[in-house]
């Protein structure tokens, strides 16, 4: 696999990048759930025919 090879002075960037991207996506969520309750909570006065 010698697309994987680095020169030893930037043999840090791609684990670097794997790590910051798998970080990223494992805290992605969806939003509709806790949007939904939240929109149609007594504070904001919203029914769900209005939220959805």
Not at 27 to 50: C, H, I, Q, W
Request: with cysteine; aromatic share 16%.
């Amino acid at each position: 696999m010698s697309c994987f090879q680095t020169s030893e002075s930037q043999s840090w960037i791609y684990p670097t990048v794997i790590l910051c991207l798998f970080g990223f996506f494992s805290m992605m969520r969806p939003s509709e759930p806790f949007l939904m309750v939240y929109l149609s909570g007594p504070d904001k006065n919203l029914t769900s025919a209005e939220v959805s």
